[in-house]
């Protein structure tokens, strides 16, 4: 009797250990699987995808009105359909100060005057021929780094261009006794021929950068 009741309470215990064990295992069991789904819905690199997007659109945007900008400018200038002027529709003289150049041995400048002397508009565009005369020769001048653009001359109306030039002083070099400028209009092969109203320059025809030049029409 005692061996079966020896027996009976070893299979007792057992039984309950057995079942301890099973439910240990469940109990840990669902803690990792809890564990586990509350760890896998991070989406960060979902947000930070949709951040870069949204600075990438930012950068798009303003680049396209960057563009808009610069395509807005560039349209204000627009042909007249004139022809070009000649020379023989034209008149010449001097700016200011005609007949009154300083005496200083300064670089200085003289306006020349181109009036359009015909009942129809006509353009202008470039540099004219600028060539200086004396009793000793001829000195055709340089010109400046000045783009030059298109001017239209209603009837009656003008437009001026600069000489720019460098007086002479004893001293300073080679003398040259100017005693008239001759002008050629751009694209033009006839000349007029004005008074020069200023005293000697300094003659620097072989000057890389010569302190004596013309500027285009309107410049």
């Known amino acids: 009797m005692r061996l079966f009741h020896a027996a009976a309470a070893l299979a007792a215990t057992s039984t309950l250990a057995l079942t ?26 979902a947000t930070t995808a949709s951040s870069g997007t949204a600075t990438e659109n930012a ?3 303003k680049g396209t009105d960057s563009s808009s900008g610069t395509g807005g ?3 204000s200038t627009g042909g007249t359909g004139a022809a070009r002027c000649h020379t023989a529709g034209l008149g010449f003289s001097f700016g200011s100060g005609d007949g009154k ?16 002397k015909t009942s129809a508009a006509c353009t202008l565009q470039g540099f004219p021929g600028v060539d200086l005369k004396s009793s000793s020769g001829s000195w ?17 109306s003008s437009a001026t261009f600069t000489i720019t030039f460098l007086p002479w002083t004893q001293g300073s070099g080679t003398e040259f006794k100017a005693t008239s400028v001759v002008v050629t209009p751009p694209n033009e ?3 007029a021929t004005l008074a020069w109203p200023g ?21």
């Open 189 to 191: 092969t006839t000349s």
């Open 59 to 61: 950068g798009a945007t």
């Open 101 to 116: 150049v300083s005496s200083s041995d300064d670089q200085q400048r003289l306006a020349v005057v181109l009036k359009n």
């Open 20 to 45: 301890l064990t099973a439910c240990g295992s469940d109990s840990d069991g669902s803690s990792s699987a809890s564990d586990g789904q509350s760890s896998a819905p991070v989406a960060s690199p």
């Open 73 to 75: 400018t560039g349209t």
């Open 199 to 219: 005293g000697s320059l300094l003659l620097q025809d072989g000057a890389t950068h010569p302190g004596t030049y013309t500027g285009p029409v309107g410049g």
């Open 140 to 156: 055709s001048l340089t010109r400046s780094s000045v783009a030059p653009k298109k001017v239209t001359l209603p009837a009656g």
